[in-house]
């Protein structure tokens, strides 16, 4: 059975830094392109970013959040800087194999989620 557990989201104030954490079981963990997506209350499930072999950012996310992962330990980290109130959402971690196609973007082609932890950044 495949788990994603995420952890690490606080309430912040603006240009804090958070780091949030994804544990994952029950799958081939260097085998999935592993993914950080968010939602805010009222809107739709947005790409945050992922990793394969190397990373993959949101534009509005860019030079201000880090996606790493260790196969090792089966986690990936999302290293969160200069937080700015519309980061706000609930973030979510996600799997997808490898050889599925290049579409890193769409939650669609996710096939494991995490339930989320909540990142609030106060203005």
């Known amino acids: 059975q495949v788990q994603l557990v995420e952890s690490g989201g606080a309430l912040v104030q603006i240009g804090d830094s958070l780091r949030l954490s994804c544990a994952a079981s029950g799958l081939i963990f260097s085998k999935q392109t592993m993914g950080w997506f968010r939602q805010a209350p009222g809107k739709e499930r947005e790409f945050v970013a992922a990793?394969?072999?190397?990373?993959f950012y949101a534009d509005s996310v860019k030079g201000r959040f880090t996606i790493s992962r260790d196969n090792a330990k089966k986690t990936v980290l999302l290293q969160m800087n200069s937080l700015k109130p519309e980061d706000s959402a609930l973030y979510y971690c996600?799997?997808?194999?490898?050889?599925?196609?290049?579409?890193?973007?769409?939650?669609?082609?996710?096939?494991?989620w995490g339930q989320g932890t909540q990142v609030s950044v106060a203005s």
């Open positions: 996600a799997a997808r194999p490898d050889y599925y196609n290049n579409d890193y973007y769409t939650p669609s082609e996710y096939n494991h």
């Open positions: 990793i394969t072999s190397r990373p």
